[in-house]
């Protein structure tokens, strides 16, 4: 299989897990500060073990790539609380659908920080992207879903796709550095940030709880991210990018199957109108001409 082949299974896999995991959070019935802590907690140890093997510990735990590592991780913590939390409020469908906005959150940062130039085909994919979102705050929730407070929820995934932006920002500033290590540096500093918060006098007693928490680590956090990074030194980007849109069409059908919620037209129309603008703009289509594929990173839960 050649690398390229290689690349391309490793990426759909990668973004298949990632679409189960709103599956995986509600159903396991875990607090959201449980499932992240936790989540810390296991996924350090398994991206502690790919570390090692891959020989990344020794001599480039430099100042800067500490700083940018713990600012990101601070903000992937964060992400993670924020859409964990939506999946219960406004579906996971809906929330997916909402978290898909981030390449444009990015884009806007870029433009701040990075002085990025903002196009007028940028501008017209995130006009599109927010038509999206109008039409989905606007749709009335299926009052058969589990979801408790809709705007709310929405209000939180596109707060997660805020905090996921800002830690592809600080990744930016530290090219060169082994995805897998600063991953490894975010998940210890999210153990240290949900410390103080975790009631460890309460520990779980029965060994399913204990299995969900280990799986949540090491599968959705240790062998994702590795399939993921593994992928993306393989592949030119713009396959990353049209790969990673796997991810939400995959948790939309788990959405329905598992739970049976289907979106109404209007969050029909608003979950396509944003994915095809985050397609657009990851994929740099433009429509006066063909231009060179773009991408931004693509989204880690």
Partial sequence: ???????????????????????????????????????????????????????????????????????????????????????????????????????????????????????????????????????????????GYVGTDYLTGILMAFGAAFFYALTALFTKKLTGTPPHLIALIQVCIGIVMLLPFADLSKLPTDAGTWGTLAVLGIFYTGLMFTLQYGAIQKLPTHLTGSIYFVYPVVAIVVDVLAFGHRLHLAQVAGAAAILIAAAGMNLGWSLRRAAAPKTVAPAVE
Wanted: charged share 10%; net charge positive; aromatic share 10%.
């Fill in 1 to 143: 299989m050649s690398e390229r082949a290689r690349g391309t299974v490793e990426m759909t896999v990668a973004m298949v897990i990632l679409g189960t995991i709103g599956w995986f959070v509600v159903l396991s019935g875990q607090p959201v500060l449980t499932l992240v802590f936790w989540r810390c907690i296991f996924g350090a140890a398994a991206l502690l073990v790919v570390c090692a093997g891959l020989g990344v510990l020794r001599g480039i735990l430099d100042r800067r790539v500490l700083l940018y590592s713990a600012l990101g991780g601070v903000a992937i913590v964060i992400n993670w609380l924020l859409l964990f939390g939506s999946y219960s409020r406004a579906s996971i469908a809906v929330a997916t659908a909402v978290y898909s906005t981030q390449p444009f959150i990015l884009v806007g940062l870029g433009v701040l920080f990075l002085s990025e130039r903002l196009t007028a085909t940028k501008l017209m994919w995130l006009g599109l992207a927010f038509a999206g979102m109008v039409l989905i705050v606007q749709a009335k929730p299926d009052v």
